[in-house]
Structure formats: structure tokens, C-alpha cells
């Protein structure tokens, strides 16, 4: 079964900030989401919208997968 949505991890975040980047990533994004074990998960297809923001932010973006 194929899981829709974007997943982001990696980022060497403290749990506040890292939860404030999901709030942000989702109100981008106009979706709901979730951040468990230090992933941020956005609904829906939004690869390209959430790499460009993490990349404006200033981090560095890697996509894998399809």
C-alpha cells in the first residue's frame, strides 16, 4: 500500500523548533500533518512546495524516493 504525503527528517532541530518548522510546513502547505520521532510528516502531495520553503530556510534538501 503506497502512504501519500511528504516526509521530512533529519534536521538537527530541538523539539521546539523542529514543531514550530511543522507548524510552519503545514500552514505553507495549507495541510494537516504530524511530527513524530523527530519526522515531520505533511499530508498530501507537497514535495516540491516543502523543498523549496526548507530550502529558503536555508537547509540543504534531498528528496528520495518517487
Do not use: Y
Not at 501519500?4 to 521546539?16: A, M
Not at 510552519?24 to 502531495?45: A, F
Request: hydrophobic share 35%; charged share 25%.
Amino acid at each position: 500500500m503506497r502512504k501519500d504525503g511528504v516526509q521530512v527528517s533529519g534536521l538537527n532541530l530541538p523539539g521546539v523548533e523542529l514543531s514550530r518548522l511543522a507548524i510552519r510546513l503545514k500552514q505553507k502547505c495549507g495541510s494537516g500533518g504530524t511530527l513524530k520521532d523527530d519526522v515531520i510528516e505533511i499530508q498530501g502531495d507537497h514535495r516540491a512546495l516543502t523543498a523549496d520553503e526548507l530550502k529558503w530556510l536555508g537547509f540543504q534538501v534531498k528528496l528520495s524516493g518517487g
